[in-house]
């Protein structure tokens, strides 16, 4: 299918995993798509990947979390393709060694640093591309959020704090831009199998999961990419789960991979 001929898709955190098969995904049906990563490297790998299958592309190298290159970046992105017409805003710290800490052991600069990609990046991205499309009266925004957001991990405060505001921010988004046709929604993935594990390890990790088994990114476009079609047209403030039925079942202890054995250890004080 061609659904989004003539039309500009902005994908951050495009660079592998969940947002490069969204925009492998967007270009395949006919948009231009803006490939946003941090990393110069990984979003030049994925346009190369979408020009090689005959899409257009343009990679987009900016951290989400700073405002003036989210401005820049998109005012490049417009220059290319024209003005923005579905966002999807994918991308987050997802890096054990860097979110992963015991609220015991947290700090201001970690809470900063995840907050600032995970929740502030994705109300910037936003805010830069909401005003042109509520003045043409069309447009979709779509976060990419976490089952952290409803059903708390293991030494992930920040992050799970930073998902469970953007499932705040798609809803208070969706009410003031509907006015405007601008639609907002949020994905929620569940255990995508996004790096390189072995079968093993692969199949132990998926037996926790209904279905029987870890998702793959291709699993998540295919949801994200409906959510930006006309046939989502009377959608806006939803959250999709798409997580193999983890979050409509009791969860499993062996779903977090924190054990309590590893929480710092806090002397009792004496009565």
């Not at 996004?194 to 209904?210: D, K, Q």
Request: glycine letters at 10%; a negative charge; aromatic letters at 6%.
């Amino acid at each position: 299918m061609r659904r989004f001929e003539n039309t500009c898709v902005l994908v951050t955190g495009a660079g592998a995993g969940i947002g490069r098969a969204v925009a492998e995904r967007f270009a395949r049906e006919g948009a231009r798509v803006g490939v946003n990563d941090v990393n110069a490297d990984t979003a030049a790998s994925t346009v190369a990947a979408i020009e090689h299958a005959g899409g257009e592309a343009v990679a987009l190298p900016f951290d989400v979390g700073d405002p003036q290159a989210v401005e820049l970046g998109i005012a490049a992105l417009v220059t290319r393709f024209g003005p923005v017409d579905v966002l999807v805003n994918n991308a987050g710290l997802t890096d054990f060694a860097i979110i992963s800490r015991h609220f015991l052991e947290g700090d201001l600069d970690w809470w900063d640093r995840v907050l600032r990609v995970n929740l502030t990046g994705t109300f910037l991205c936003s805010k830069a591309v909401a005003l042109s499309m509520a003045r043409r009266r069309r447009g979709s925004i779509i976060h990419i959020s976490s089952g952290g957001a409803s059903h708390a991990h293991r030494s992930l405060a920040a992050y799970d704090a930073s998902k469970g505001g953007i499932e705040a921010l798609t809803r208070a988004m969706a009410l003031d831009l509907a006015p405007y046709g601008v639609r907002v929604n949020a994905v929620v993935p569940g255990l995508i199998r996004t790096y390189e594990i072995s079968e093993e390890l692969a199949a132990e990790r998926g037996g926790v999961v209904p279905l029987g088994r870890l998702g793959t990114a291709d699993e998540l476009a295919g949801p994200v990419v409906f959510l930006a079609t006309d046939d989502a047209r009377y959608m806006t403030g939803s959250v999709v789960r798409v997580d193999g039925g983890v979050l409509a079942q009791q969860r499993s202890a062996n779903v977090d991979v924190v054990p309590p054995s590893s929480f710092p250890h806090v002397p009792m004080a004496d009565s």
